[in-house]
């Protein structure tokens, strides 16, 4: 199954983790003092792997490995309900394969979804582009691309025009096949939320990073009052690293200005790697 994930719907005070196998179950949050309060189950039709929320708060995703009517992979959507529960948006988004990681762009009217290491049912990675209905539900793809193995997420700029796609190297755990090798690269694109076009970046599609790097989730950040940059972080799991990019918004691309070690000195024995970042 996906991996388990986490969402919050702030404003309704309620946290959702999703469980893999287990479905979702949900965490009444106390807006003074942070503490959770286990809920029932809310959901366990499915099993749910990365889960996001919309903008407003009133929409709930999630990538599916299986539904209560299909074995096969499928796109999740729910509405917040008045108390927190959540409450399923007609039948699950069927996908060619399954989904990774997804996120929602700034405008909450489209999902995208990253794929690992299978698309169109052979190996590689991809991305896909997916609209939702005035209602909230996933309905429809509009678009899926190849990138490279090791796709473990995709993320709009803050300014909603570029996306880009982290990619992991192979490593011992997951060794090189021949005539694919790891992405070890960011994929960059151009995305217009108005038209509902994604397409590969014109002039820099790829930007590879370092040996062995193998950047896999990134978070923004802006540093300079006078002039605001934004700047992504990825964390690299096989370089067991940070690296700090530059966007150019007008340009959307980025440049690397900094790698800095999350182990310190190199790791003699054993297997580490670098996975989430916030």
Partial sequence: PPPPSAASAGRRGVLYASTGAGGIIGFERCLTTGALTPRAE????????SMAVDPTGRFVYACLSSTATSDGPALGSWEVGPEGQLLPLGEPHPLADGSQFLCVDHTGRFVFTSYFRIFDGETGGGIGLHATNPQGLVDSTVKRMRTAVGSHSVWPDPTNRWVFVPAT????EFPPEEGEPGGNAIFQFAFSAAEGRL?????????AAGQNQGPRHLVWGVV?????QQIAYTSDEQGCSVTAYRLDSKMGTLQNIQTISTVGEPVQEGWNCSRKIR
């Fill in 199 to 207: 397409e590969p970046h014109p002039t820099q599609p790829r930007l």
């Fill in 42 to 49: 809310l959901s366990s039709d499915a099993a749910a792997g």
């Fill in 169 to 172: 190297d192979r490593n011992a």
């Fill in 224 to 228: 300079g009052p006078e002039q605001p």
